[in-house]
């Protein structure tokens, strides 16, 4: 089992950055890799970046790509922290984002285990 925690969430202007951090703990490096997906109210669930474990090939969402970047901050056998350092922020990243463990996949329901959540808003 995975248990997830979301911080860094926050309200930022446009053009603005922030810095998104995910605390796994239980048996994080049992699983192939995580990710990070965003949701806007009435909107579906969007993936935004993953990272697997073992090559630590990154993957972005078309949306974020060259303005986001996920990273692996730490590790042990017990806590993996994950980041998502956010660049030039626009409205349109307005969403709650949430951290998700076990894939790589831009598809949520291949991901087991998922935190709560982080408001981001971006002011125009």
């Known amino acids: 089992q995975v248990q997830l925690a979301e911080s860094g969430g926050g309200l930022v202007q446009a053009g603005g950055s922030l810095r998104l951090s995910c605390v796994a703990s239980g048996r994080p490096l049992e699983m192939y890799g995580m990710g990070w997906f965003r949701q806007a109210p009435g909107k579906e669930r969007e993936f935004v970046a993953s990272l697997n474990w073992r090559g630590r090939t990154e993957y972005y969402g078309a949306a974020v790509k060259g303005r986001f970047a996920i990273s692996r901050d730490s590790a042990s056998d017990t806590e993996v922290t994950v980041s998502l350092q956010m660049n030039n922020l626009k409205p349109e990243d307005t969403a709650r984002y949430f951290c998700?463990?076990?894939?790589?996949?831009?598809?949520?329901?291949?991901?087991?285990?998922w935190g709560q959540g982080t408001q981001v808003t971006v002011s125009s």
């Open positions: 998700a463990g076990g894939s790589t996949a831009e598809i949520p329901r291949y991901y087991q285990f």
